[in-house]
């Protein structure tokens, strides 16, 4: 199950064998963020992907979908709130960071973009 919290500094992510996982959604869903998103939303997409590589790799990727506006991204994700001041919720949005890169933003990612970033970071 991913986890809906901003705090990247959870005890589980203090491995540095275990790949962590972070997509940052806009709360435009319902008026709290917290509404699960459409099946032809990119948000669920990237979200069902990194449920399955997280049970892929069985414990060895940790995922966690964060709220824009919770309030530890403004000061735990700030790379994430200059880019949207850059580009755009809409552009932006959803994003996945991978051990706290930004990866893929907006609907500009697949399956296999993601695979293969997660693939290089897990050590064997």
Known sequence: MMKNNANPNAKEHENKNIVRL????????????ACAPGLADPTSKMV???QEIMKQYNGRV????INVLHPLVKTQHQDVIKHIRK????RTLPLLKIDGAIIVEGEN???ELIVDAVRERVQV
Request: with cysteine; net charge positive.
């Open 22 to 33: 972070q997509i940052f959604i806009s709360p435009s869903c319902c008026p709290g963020g």
């Open 48 to 50: 069902t992907i990194v």
């Open 62 to 65: 940790t995922g966690e979908v």
């Open 87 to 90: 580009h755009g919720l809409r």
């Open 109 to 111: 990612f697949s399956r």
